[in-house]
């Protein structure tokens, strides 16, 4: 089993390519189920750590497939991966896109372009509960998140980056007072 490494990591990420609806963030949850409770590639704690990694890192956040080979098969396994990740959606944007401009005056066009946000959004909090249940073993963790859920409903233009750090911040303080 361990010989077929590259064609299990293309099993895996090649179909949530397709799946990403919404961008990689979509598939997060699903990446989660398959490399710690179907593969057992990587704990649920490494699972945090590498999502962890990706977020901080530049470039999209679906690195994390990247670092999911990486650990898996070395550079050989993090090329796999994010070519499995990313060739089949950017194929099927791409054809997706040729059709979407031909079609852009009929009727269906505005309905189908209005049916996909929700679906995109159920994927990406779908996707946020996952990493949240997975992180979160305190109470203090779950009210950071709802409170930083609150300033981004409220403030949607600010940057992340300002409360990523403060809920930062206020986990190693209330770490400290417990």
Known sequence: MRDNIYLQLIAVFAPLSLLSIGGGQSVIADINQQAVAIHSWLTQREFVDLFAISRAAPGPGSLLATLIGW?????TGAFVASLALFVPSSLLAFAATLLWRRHDRHPWHRRVQTGLAPVATGLIMASSLAVLRAAASTWSVWV??????AVFMSRSRIN????????GMLNVLLGKIN
């Open 71 to 75: 650990k898996e098969a070395g550079w």
């Open 144 to 149: 950071l998140a709802l409170a930083a859920l």
């Open 160 to 167: 992340p980056l300002f409360v990523l750090f403060a809920a």
